[in-house]
């Protein structure tokens, strides 16, 4: 069973960073997508950043874009987010996606495009 886990949520203050990781385990990542998704208390859950099955292509919300970072490394099974100069509404629990298997270089933005799903990690960004 393919099972993303997610790590490196927390507690940082209005203008930190903070690196989230997902790890899928015993799978190679050739033919997995990744996405990142966050649902903030009492809102919808919403697409955050998504990567292509090669790195070709990526896609970040409006409201992330030119703070946060997606990247896929391979060889580690492993999709960081980076996350800068964080606000508090990017207060949220933050889950990886993976869609698989595939075998184009599309981007999926759409939570029902993706197949399995981490549990989440907290990310909280206070003073």
């Known amino acids: 069973q393919l099972q993303p886990v997610e790590s490196g949520g927390g507690l940082v203050q209005p203008g930190g960073s903070l690196r989230l990781s997902c790890v899928i385990s015993?799978?190679?990542?050739?033919?997995?997508?990744i996405g990142w998704f966050r649902q903030a208390p009492g809102k919808k859950r919403e697409g955050v950043s998504h990567i292509s099955r090669t790195s070709s292509k990526s896609a970040y919300g409006d409201s992330v874009k030119g703070r946060f970072t997606i990247s896929r490394h391979d060889a580690e099974h492993t999709v960081y987010l980076q996350m800068n100069n964080l606000k508090p509404e990017d207060t949220g629990v933050y889950y990886c996606?993976?869609?698989?298997?595939?075998?184009?270089?599309?981007?999926?933005?759409?939570?029902?495009?993706?197949?399995?799903w981490g549990q989440g990690t907290q990310v909280t960004v206070s003073s």
């Open positions: 015993g799978f190679s990542l050739d033919h997995i997508v």
């Open positions: 996606a993976a869609r698989w298997p595939e075998y184009s270089d599309n981007l999926y933005s759409r939570e029902d495009e993706y197949h399995y």
